[in-house]
T-cell receptor, first 116, second 113 residues
Framework: GAVVSQHPSRVICKSGTSVKIECRSL??????MFWYRQFPKKSLMLMAT?????????EQGVEKDKFLINHASLTLSTLTVTSAHPEDSSFYIC????????????FGPGTRLTVL | KNEVEQSPQNLTAQEGEFITINCSYS?????LHWLQQHPGGGIVSLFM???GKKKHGRLIATINIQEKHSSLHITASHPRDSAVYIC???????????????FGKGTHLIIQP
């Protein structure tokens, strides 16, 4: 149990376009989802925390207008990278948490974004 | 913000050796995560522990809350264990719900046949 999926697994896009990444909890309800990114040879870094039905909380230095997060249901959160730029090329990973278990997070497999 | 330090950064060992990876953090937490990342990036959650010790197959994780330190051990290591191992701690102590994690830089483990 506790499976989290991400789609797509890889995406290549041109500069200026928008890309949407989906994160789904397949067999549980996730009241909180997290979005992380990892630049090459760097640590994973928290981008934002998303609670179902409310606005996401962004970490310092993460532009909320560039990285749009929607957590419309208890099983789906989406991250949209708007006006993508080559510097947005990164590995994006989501995780999902059930509110009943403190600090338990289930990770998605990640999405590799390449912006040309 | 929690500061998470891992050691060693790189570790190469022979098949069968006992492996230890260490993790320390600066802010008291309710639970710590150990993750495994293979080439290509996919993350697998190995352990979440808040006290004592957990064991899963050849993997053992221990945590000392007072000393803010955790270790991940691999017994009878095998080449398929080669991966990056990452510890992660919540940004702050939470009495409920979940907090975003701060990740260590990872330990790049290579097990040679």
């Amino acid at each position: 149990g506790a499976v989290v999926s991400q789609h797509p697994s890889r995406v290549i896009c041109k500069s200026g376009t928008s890309v949407k990444i989906e994160c789904r909890s397949l067999d549980f309800q996730a009241t909180t989802m997290f979005w992380y990114r990892q630049f090459p040879k760097k640590s994973l870094m928290l981008m934002a925390t998303s609670n179902e039905g409310s606005k996401a909380t962004y970490e310092q230095g993460v532009e909320k207008d560039k990285f749009l997060i929607n957590h419309a249901s208890l099983t789906l959160s989406t991250l949209t990278v708007t006006s993508a730029h080559p510097e947005d090329s990164s590995f994006y990973i989501c995780s999902a948490s059930r509110s009943s278990v403190i600090n338990e997070q289930f990770f998605g497999p990640g999405t590799r974004l390449t912006v040309l | 913000k929690n500061e998470v330090e891992q050691s060693p950064q790189n570790l190469t060992a022979q098949e069968g050796e006992f492996i230890t990876i260490n993790c320390s953090y600066s802010v008291g937490i309710s639970a710590l995560h150990w993750l495994q990342q293979h080439p290509g990036g996919g993350i697998v959650s190995l352990f979440m522990l808040s006290s004592g010790k957990k064991k899963h197959g050849r993997l053992i994780a221990t945590i000392n809350i007072q000393e803010k330190h955790s270790s991940l051990h691999i017994t009878a290591s095998h080449p398929r264990d080669s991966a990056v191992y990452i510890c992660a701690a919540p940004d702050k102590y939470s009495g409920g719900g979940a907090d975003g994690l701060t990740f260590g830089k990872g330990t790049h483990l290579i097990i040679q046949p």
